[in-house]
């Protein structure tokens, strides 16, 4: 399975920030308690919902954090794949909702799941570092905390790791998977199984390039929707990035770069998509 990555989970936080933030919340409903693991029964999520205003929508690695007036953290994990959709309140719940919050004025936030991998966690604020990773586990989010090149090439030459593994590595970079590691490979010309240790000053700098123009530009097109993977924003619309990808999911076509094949191997039990022109 193809994870949900950075893109898609900014996309949302950005929707919730919009549409959710200085709302206050009407109504909770828990519908499958599997998915509300630190919560014994489904009431008492919803009591802790329920009268609050949404002050903030923020993203901390690939959890969405809304912050309530209430002293708690309403803290969202999508797993593999699910998602987030507003809804009028009147609409019929899908069978893959595990949880619906109505908003006063503002229709339903419903949280979808198909395959049992998400986790919602309605927490006081005192105990909100439980339900988060460890930060010092955390690698580097070069969206919400960019840094200069210089400071990444430290850090990329201060691992000892093949360029794919590095890039997936959630304890050096947040929220890269199978997708974008791909892209951004390609654009910066670099083979996936290159030390990390022996990259140059030239191909450090392009390495950071390529990382922070692909994740700003899939973010600008709202994620990437595939269908082995597909991914919606808050309203419903696919995300437009695989519209623009130059080598994921793309073997057997030209490559943009070479007019020969993309090709496509495993390496590590990853997927990896390539052309001639990447060394």
């Not at 933030?21 to 509300?36: C, D, M, P, T, Y």
């Not at 580097?140 to 590595?169: A, C, I, N, Q, Y």
């Not at 022996?198 to 123009?213: D, H, K, M, N």
Request: glycine share 6%; proline share 4%.
């Amino acid at each position: 399975m193809v994870r949900l990555e950075l893109p898609e989970i900014e996309t949302l936080r950005r929707d919730l920030e919009r549409e959710a933030v200085g709302k206050k919340i009407k109504s909770a409903e828990a519908l499958v308690l599997k998915s509300l693991p630190r919560h014994k029964t489904r009431k008492s999520f919803e009591d802790s919902l329920v009268g609050a205003k949404i002050l903030s929508s923020e993203r901390l690695g690939l959890l969405i954090l809304l912050r309530l007036d209430n002293d708690r953290t309403l803290v969202i994990s999508l797993g593999e794949n699910g998602r987030i959709l507003r809804a009028a309140t009147k609409d019929k719940h899908t069978d893959d909702t595990v949880a619906v919050i109505s908003l006063d004025k503002a229709g339903d936030l419903r949280i979808l799941d198909s395959n049992g991998t998400s986790a919602i966690h309605a927490v006081p604020n005192e105990d909100l570092a439980s339900v988060l990773p460890d930060p010092s586990h955390m690698g580097l989010d070069l969206h919400t905390k960019p840094v200069s090149w210089v400071e990444f090439g430290r850090w990329v030459l201060s691992k000892r790791m093949p360029l794919k593994l590095l890039l997936t590595d959630e304890s050096v970079f947040v929220g890269i998977g199978e997708i974008y590691s791909n892209e951004i490979l390609f654009d910066a010309g670099l083979r996936h199984d290159r030390m990390c240790t022996e990259l140059s000053t030239q191909e450090i700098r392009r390495l950071y390039r390529a990382v922070v123009g692909i994740l700003h530009d899939a973010i600008k097109y709202g994620g990437t929707s595939l269908a082995d993977r597909p991914f919606m924003d808050l309203t419903g619309k696919a995300g437009e990035y695989n519209e623009h990808l130059s080598v994921y999911g793309r073997a057997g076509e030209l490559s943009p770069r070479s007019r020969v094949p993309i090709q496509k191997t495993s390496f590590k039990h990853q997927v990896v998509y390539y052309c001639n022109t990447q060394v």
